[in-house]
């Protein structure tokens, strides 16, 4: 692996287009602790218009990225899941209708802050600059993969761009984030953050409260967004908490407490954004919920025709998609060509494809990568055990 060294800010200039200083004002956030965590921030309405002043802080440029982002996002997962269904990738996880969350989020980044993701954040990833190659090939976990097949699909990392491994064990995200956050804080990092996510059901572990609590009394310079999808594989939400919102929790911990419409991708910018500026100029840790909409399986090992409404899932799938309300708001005022949306989709899909290709192409990684990266040099034993490994017959690793 790359050098085992503390990873350092790189790349630190705020891209103009994502971090111009907001224009916008909107009444909710000058509204009580109580009510910021009882309503739902929204500014792009479900039929895709619109109120000029809610809309004075985004541009062309800015909404093209946005819609980049997400359109990657469908557009990639589709792929992934047909390969999964065809035998070639052997798990997958979408975020199709949380693309919105995803993207919004990920553009209140900047390059030198800390991602540590949950389950569906990958596009967080994507849109910070990890490649279409290196995704796909953590997803078949071959030579190509920079983290040698050590993990499942769906679990990527991006060195480079801060963006930490998801740990597969609901919740510890959390702690991770505000552990990096404080890190941060003591080590006396100036102007950035770590953005920590979550869904729905780790609201109800633990180590949510352990780091929700540590996260208020540090003043830990994090964003903490729960995207609340509804569900936690078959667990409704109403069997999640007896909580008015998730987004109320946070309060008991003295946390700043927003909640917005997640499948609003303008709505989602501007709550990331605030949370984000206030955390860089040392005001300390947010709590977001954005709602949302988990409209695929919990991933493709689940079935959920078997535990819920899908006329339900049917209403969030045609009214209240993310990516249509976005792409309708942008090509009411030009800022996407008719037509453009669908080529850019055959473009990105295209894309996809080439490198689909060329990383199925790699055969596994090689079998000496087995004892690599666990001392700085192998110990005899690791090098008997894989001298024995190569003597085994038929080992089909072994090239
Ligand atoms: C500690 C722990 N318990 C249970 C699981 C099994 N599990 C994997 S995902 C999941 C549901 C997560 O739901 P949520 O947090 O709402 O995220 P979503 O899948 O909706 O994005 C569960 C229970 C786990 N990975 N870790
Ligand atoms: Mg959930």
């Not at 800015?62 to 996002?73: A, F, S, V, W």
């Not at 609003?264 to 949302?292: P, S």
């Amino acid at each position: 692996m790359a050098e085992p060294s503390v990873e350092t800010a790189t790349g630190s200039t705020p891209d103009p287009v994502l971090h111009a200083p907001r224009r916008g004002s909107f009444v909710y956030f000058d509204l009580d602790e109580d009510a910021k965590a009882r309503s739902l921030f929204q500014i792009l309405r479900e039929d895709g218009t619109a109120d000029d002043a809610g809309v004075a802080g985004f541009d062309r440029a800015l909404t093209r990225r946005l819609h980049e982002g997400m359109l990657t996002i469908r557009v990639t997962d589709a792929r992934m899941m047909a390969l999964q269904r065809q035998g070639r990738i052997g798990f997958y996880g979408e975020a199709l209708g949380q693309e919105a969350a995803v993207v919004g989020s990920a553009a209140a980044s900047r390059p030198d802050d800390w991602i540590v993701p949950a389950l569906r954040e990958a596009g967080v990833g994507l849109f910070r600059g990890m490649t279409l190659e290196s995704y796909i090939a953590q997803i078949f976990g071959n030579a190509l993969d920079p983290t040698k097949g050590r993990q499942m699909p769906c679990h990527p990392i991006d060195r480079a761009n801060h963006y930490v491994v998801m740990s597969s064990c609901i919740a510890t995200q959390i702690p991770h984030a505000v552990g990096v956050a404080m890190a941060m804080k003591a080590l006396g990092d100036r102007d950035r953050c770590a953005f920590g996510y979550m869904g729905d059901g780790a609201t109800s572990e633990g180590d949510f409260h352990v780091a929700m609590n540590f996260a208020g009394v540090f003043h830990a310079p994090v964003v903490l967004i729960c995207q609340n999808n509804q569900w936690a594989i078959s667990t409704p939400g109403v069997h999640q908490t007896a909580a008015e919102t998730i987004a109320l929790k946070g309060l008991g911990y003295g946390l700043e407490s927003l909640r917005a419409d997640g499948n609003d991708v303008l709505a989602v910018y501007e709550v990331c954004r605030y949370a984000a500026d206030k955390a860089r100029r040392g005001g300390g840790a947010t709590f977001i919920e954005l709602l949302t909409y988990r409209v695929s399986a919990h991933s493709s090992s689940d079935d959920p025709t078997r535990y819920r409404d899908e006329a339900v899932t049917e209403v969030w799938r045609r009214q209240r998609d993310p990516l249509h309300r976005l792409r309708v708001f942008m090509e009411a005022r030009g800022w996407l060509e008719p037509g453009e949306h669908d080529a850019l989709a055959a473009a990105l899909e295209a894309r996809v494809r080439d490198v689909i290709a060329t990383v199925e192409a790699a055969g596994p990684p090689a079998v000496d990568t087995l004892i690599e990266d666990v001392y700085e040099q192998p110990t005899w034993r690791q090098r008997e055990q894989l001298a024995a490994l190569r003597a085994a017959d038929g080992d089909p690793h072994d090239h």
